[in-house]
């Protein structure tokens, strides 16, 4: 079974600029996680899609993050416009629907703001 | 929102040394999760454990979730060089679409040959 796939592996942009991250969810995960990780730091939640609708995005920045799922496999995440504390790992996870189904993690994009 | 402590926040042990390392919280979670983080890959799940005072081993590795639930540790025994890397506690609450993980600060773990 293929894991979850993240591009690209590495970024690196100028404050103001915008990136874009792309995310394939293992086959069959109905539920797909983005997660910001910075150095240093566990990963912190920014959202949750089930199929293509948002389960939770508290903790995303909405000023300037935003993140779409729309046939409910791929998902991108975007930035616009990056600001240096935005530098960190971007993690995108997966897994089947509801229980105590294991969210299993892609190897993540690194991006760094200058 | 929730935090998730953990300690040590690192550890520098002899290969064959037993390693211990625990994870505490301000809330109460229903599930805990154990994970290791290796450079450039995302974590992978090590051990669940989902009721109170349950004590489950993977291999060389045990964990135990607390009986107040808002704690949880992880034993490694004999440790050997391919055990370096991150540990992260995760606690979750079980959401209608999926599990949401709070993870914690980290322990990261650096073994002496």
């Known amino acids: 079974e293929a894991g979850v796939a993240q591009s690209p592996r590495y970024k690196i942009i100028e404050k103001r600029q915008s990136v874009a991250f792309w995310c394939n969810p293992i086959?069959?995960?109905?539920?797909l996680y983005w997660y910001q990780q910075i150095l240093g730091q566990g990963p912190k939640l920014l959202i949750q899609?089930?199929?293509?609708?948002?389960?939770?995005d508290s903790q995303l920045p909405k000023d300037r993050f935003s993140a779409e799922r729309l046939k409910g496999v791929d998902s991108t995440l975007k930035i616009q416009p990056a600001k240096l504390e935005d530098s960190a790992v971007y993690l995108c996870?997966?897994?089947?629907?509801?229980?105590?189904?294991?969210?299993?993690f892609g190897p993540g994009t690194r991006l760094t703001v200058l | 929102g929730q935090q998730l402590n953990q300690s040590p926040q690192s550890m520098f042990i002899q290969e064959g040394e037993d390693v211990s390392m625990n994870c505490t919280s301000s809330?109460?979670?229903?599930?805990w999760l154990w994970y290791k983080q290796e450079p450039g890959e995302g974590p992978v799940l090590l051990i669940a454990?989902?009721?109170?005072?349950e004590l489950t081993s993977n291999g060389r590795l045990t964990a135990q979730f607390g009986i107040t639930r808002k704690d949880s540790f992880l034993n490694i025994s004999a440790s050997i060089p391919s055990d370096v890397g991150i540990y992260f506690c995760?606690?979750?609450?079980?959401?209608?679409?999926?599990?949401?993980?709070?993870f914690g600060t980290g322990t990261q773990l650096k073994v002496e040959l």
């Open positions: 996870a997966s897994s089947r629907t509801g229980g105590r189904n294991t969210q299993y």
């Open positions: 995760a606690g979750t609450f079980t959401t209608g679409g999926g599990n949401k993980l709070t």
């Open positions: 086959s069959g995960h109905a539920t």
């Open positions: 454990l989902y009721k109170a005072g």
């Open positions: 899609f089930q199929n293509n609708g948002v389960v939770d």
């Open positions: 809330s109460i979670f229903n599930t």
